[in-house]
């Protein structure tokens, strides 16, 4: 790191701003938290509200900036080792929307793994382009995808304008990107990965290489996931030497993002950023020691697996020998107080950062331990349908649809996502046949009791196709 990591330019400047303005004739209207609702004063505090401004003298413009945030940018590109960052104040989801427009004109194929996220579906609706799905291979007891299929990918690049890839999942798994990468570089196109639960990788040797560092051209992160800012706040960097137009990547960031960008937001990018570069070796050591801890503590509980990630501070909780499911797990657990990041069919998902201790696991074990043995876990879920793409999903989605009972919907074209969480792999996306087999996983998922991301019944008794 070249630059004084020391400094957090933005943060530095609210602070001088809110100290120097006698007259702020300008909006927000609490005008620093003079006229905010009483409550919220009282409990965010008169200093957090002071700092919630706007584009005011010498706090610069997120969408040109030219002063303060264009430092901070450049503080956080050489922090994360990136030719360009930029802040994003619409979470990963707008970075990865930028992205994929910057990359694909309207009818172009993207290649993306069936696992991607749903904000990265999202983003090919607004961009109006084709997903090349690529398959996934998956744990062998679990439901979770950890690696893609490389003939798989193989097959979806050459059509493909870009692909994308995600880095690590949900469930801390990396799959083998430096290969993916390289396959993808002999086609010649760009590679964008969804690292939004990877900011922390790149501040410490135990964390699995980060995307930027395997050759990556543009990647998203959710920095308000690990690494420390506000809820929302995240970054998308592109990478030394990358294959993006930037010039593309900036305008299509104008699009996507409010004209109104939280200060708070991007001041708690900056901090964090700071952070990072100044401390974060340390903290993610703290964070890997109590892992080592809790892992090893909850390994000794009978009934109770932890199973490998390539993150090691996600841990993944089976507690399918005690009898029960994750869903039944968790809900007990958070009957005691212990909050999981989510739950799956036979786990749970703890996630550690930072900001746990030593009395975090102490709750978390000695809850494990008191869990009620269950009545048996039911089996575990067979890989959703291949789907059978009709229309893009642009066209299904903004499409005229109508809404059918689910029984009578065999043959139609979804105009709707319907996901089962976790692991939130789509079993149909929009624009895809709603065959037979699909519509009977899908009652399945129903009656199993997952949430169902996507439709808008979400018991799914109907669901919504494209009109014919
Ligand atoms: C893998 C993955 N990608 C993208 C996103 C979207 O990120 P954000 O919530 O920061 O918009 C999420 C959010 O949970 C995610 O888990």
Known sequence: MLRDQGRA????????????????????????????????????????????????????????????????????????????????VGGTTAGLQALILAACAPGDCLAVPRHAHRSILGA????????????????????????????????????????????PTYYGVTGQLAADLQQIRRWGIPALVDEAHGTHFGFHPAMPP?????????????????????????????????????????????LVQSTSPSYLLMASLDLARRDLALHGHTMWERALDLARVARQRLAALRGIRIHHADDPTKMLIDVTARGLTGFQAAEWLWSRGVAMESAGLGY???VLTPGDSLVTIDHLVEAVAALPDGPGAPPRP?????????????????????????????????????????????????????????????????????HLQGPADPQLHSIQVVRE
Do not use: N
């Open 9 to 88: 330019p933005l943060f530095e400047a609210l602070l001088t701003y809110a100290e120097k303005v006698k007259a702020p004739l300008h909006v927000p209207g609490h005008k620093l938290g003079r006229a905010a609702p009483e409550a919220w004063r009282d409990t965010l505090g008169p200093g957090a509200l002071a700092l919630d401004l706007t584009e005011a003298p010498g706090l610069d413009d997120l969408h040109a900036p030219d002063g303060v945030i264009a430092e901070a940018q450049a503080l956080a590109a050489d922090a994360f080792d990136a030719e360009r960052s930029f802040f994003l």
């Open 124 to 167: 090919m609706i607004l961009a109006g382009v084709k997903p090349s799905w690529v398959r996934m291979l998956f744990h062998e007891e679990l439901d979770i995808a950890t690696h893609l299929d490389p003939t798989s990918l193989e097959s979806a690049l050459p059509s493909a304008a870009a692909a994308l890839l995600v880095h």
């Open 210 to 254: 980060t995307a930027l560092s395997l050759g990556a051209d543009g990647v998203v992160q959710s920095t308000h996931k690990t690494g420390g800012s506000l809820t929302q706040s995240s970054m998308c960097h592109l990478g030394h030497g990358h294959a993006l137009q930037e010039q593309r990547v900036r305008e299509m960031l104008r």
């Open 348 to 350: 749970v998902l703890a």
């Open 382 to 450: 067979s890989e959703p349908p291949w789907p059978e793409v009709v229309l893009t999903p642009r066209e299904a989605y903004l499409g005229p649809k109508t809404s059918l009972p689910l029984a009578a919907a065999v043959g139609r074209v979804a105009a709707e996502l319907v996901a089962p969480y976790p692991p939130g792999i789509p079993v149909v996306a929009p624009g895809e046949k709603l065959t037979a087999d699909v519509v009977a996983y899908l009652r399945q998922a129903a009656a199993a009791g997952y």
